[in-house]
């Protein structure tokens, strides 16, 4: 760059001289030359006049010749700093390429590094691969002829264990039947034996009735027995009783005969009120007493009478069989049990006579 203005200095000396000498000889060239003689003594003079207007003209000319050279050479100037601007700025773009380039280039022999470490390890991971493959492989063929093994194996299990299933089916079967026959003894035997229960506990339950009706038969009898000497009793108190009631109406028949009429009225009310309280008592107790009797299919048709002693607040004292299936009667004694307490009556007779009061107990 300095090579090329050193070059355009002198191009511009150069073209300032030749103007110089153009314009020297330009002025000699238009210069009016006039000859005046003079004689002085002993020599002879020539002088040259120039017109003033010529000189100025070409000094105008000049002027404007150096002007229009040095507008040149400033243009020449600009045009050749302009020029050095516009190498500088490619020089720069130049380094900025080469730098760039010498970037690239170390990015490139960079990436060549890396790609040939990735082709050495893609190589070597290729290599290895390829040996796990063949390990796989080798693997592969092992674990095959062992799965081989292993299903010839298998067969055979699977083969006697059909064998086994189809015995143990037999078995099976062999058990059912013998386990169906022995239900069916074992069936034949509980029915023997439920019948020989039946029978015993029919032969029971007769010899049940049969001692029962022995009892309530002597019942009966002792029962007519002393009804009959009651009733003998009776009419010997009765006989005595209307002989001295004989002897007392003889004197006051007449005056107690309204009197007693009335006292024998209402007595006999009273008595038909205590006996009927009585007889709704016993059918209550009867009703709750049934309530809580655990019924048997043996029980229907039979009945048992009991006596029971119950306090003036209702509460059960005792209970007690009087007669009646034995069964049914222990059946009896445990429903009262569970009732334990009865309720009473405001009437004290009707009261007094539900402390000892006997119930008749028939299922229904």
Known sequence: MKNNDNKGYTGATVISVLLHTALFVGLLWGADFT???????????EAVVIDPSVVSEQARKIRQQRDEAKRQEDDRLRRLEQQADLLEKQREQEEKRLRELRAEKLTAEKAAREAETERKRNAEARQKAAEE???AEEATRIAQEKSAAAEAERKRQVAEQRKAE??????????????????????????QIAEKKRAEEEARKAEEARKQKIAEQKKAEEAARKAEAARVEAERKAEAARKKQAEQEAALNELFSGLESESENRGSARGRFV???????GAIYTQMIRQNLLVDNSFLGQECVVKMRIAGSGLLLDVTEVGGNASLCRATKTAVLKVSSFPMPEDKDVAAQLQNIELTVKPE
């Not at 000859?35 to 003079?45: F, K, L, T």
């Not at 099976?172 to 029915?191: D, H, M």
């Not at 006996?275 to 008592?281: F, G």
């Open 275 to 281: 006996s009927d309280e009585v007889s709704r008592y």
């Open 166 to 191: 189809e015995a143990a089916k037999k078995a099976e079967a062999e058990r059912v039947r013998a386990e169906q026959e022995r239900k069916k003894a074992e069936e034949e035997r509980e029915r």
């Open 133 to 135: 493959q063949r390990k």
């Open 35 to 45: 000859r005046v003689s003079h004689q002085p003594s002993g020599q002879s003079i």
